[in-house]
Nanobody, 114 residues
Framework: VQFVESGGGLVQPGGFLRLSCVAS????????MSWYRQAPGKGRELVAF????????HYADSVKGRFTISRDNVKNTVYLQMNVLKPEDTAVYYC????????WGQGTQVTVSS
């Protein structure tokens, strides 16, 4: 099981980024997929998840209305579109299945700062 996240970077408050995560080693289309984040000095938190057929999504209150999760079951990829970014969104972002499995990827750093 492997997850490779990408798309992070440094962005000003109010900006946007699109994260991608390519998964392998399991039947991607059979699993609810999630994005998590870990800010400096804090534990890892669930940001969003999406059902296997993309029919349902869920977001943490802190990102609701600003972030959108999506997936491509052909490409084994899950995405996180992040709009109206705030400094408190600064964190390392990871993807995994909803019930995390395997080893965590290296994550992708998102820094929101002016």
């Amino acid at each position: 099981v492997q997850f490779v996240e990408s798309g992070g970077g440094l962005v000003q408050p109010g900006g946007f980024l699109r994260l991608s995560c390519v998964a392998s080693g399991f039947t991607f289309s059979s699993y609810v997929m999630s994005w998590y984040r870990q800010a400096p000095g804090k534990g890892r938190e669930l940001v969003a998840f999406i059902t296997t057929d993309s029919s349902s999504t869920h977001y943490a209150d802190s990102v609701k209305g600003r972030f959108t999760i999506s997936r491509d079951n052909v490409k084994n990829t899950v995405y996180l579109q992040m709009n109206v970014l705030k400094p408190e969104d600064t964190a390392v972002y990871y993807c995994n299945t909803f019930a995390p499995q395997g080893s965590w990827g290296q994550g992708t750093q998102v820094t929101v700062s002016s």
